[in-house]
């Protein structure tokens, strides 16, 4: 199990950007390459749904058609974190962000996130003018 800590969010207006950063800790290997990583939101009366993945080898990245173009997700393998760059929000993108993790495949990058085992607490993002 690994320890998942999100930051980043908080009130944009519509236009705007937002960074949000998972930092990653307790790992054993000392490499949090060696996970793959999703953002998953959650909009108050919705399901939770996949926002962004990176995969846990060659980094492939994965988007929900509803960011493609908006959102980037990334990873910083020197500080263990790993990055989703918001820009041109939405209100529709307003939600609590929740960074997980896995380590062992499948872990497809749809619905609510199940594969993944590891999940962070989340950061609310509010999108409004």
């Known amino acids: 199990q690994v320890q998942l800590v999100e930051s980043g969010g908080g009130l944009v207006q519509p236009g705007g950007s937002l960074r949000l950063s998972c930092a990653v800790s307790g790992f054993t290997s000392g490499y949090a390459g060696s996970y793959a990583f999703g953002w998953f939101r959650q909009a108050p009366g919705k399901e939770r749904e996949a926002v962004s993945c990176?995969?846990?080898?060659?980094?492939?990245?994965y988007y929900a058609d509803s960011v493609k173009g908006r959102f980037t997700v990334s990873r910083d393998k020197a500080k263990n974190t790993v990055n989703l760059e918001m820009s041109s929000l939405k209100p529709e993108d307003t939600g609590v962000y929740y960074c997980?993790?896995?380590?062992?495949?499948?872990?497809?990058?749809?619905?609510?996130?199940?594969?993944?085992?590891?999940w962070g607490r989340g950061t609310q993002v509010t999108v409004s003018s």
């Open positions: 997980a993790a896995v380590g062992t495949p499948p872990y497809y990058c749809s619905g609510s996130g199940a594969d993944y085992t590891d």
């Open positions: 990176i995969s846990r080898r060659d980094d492939t990245k």
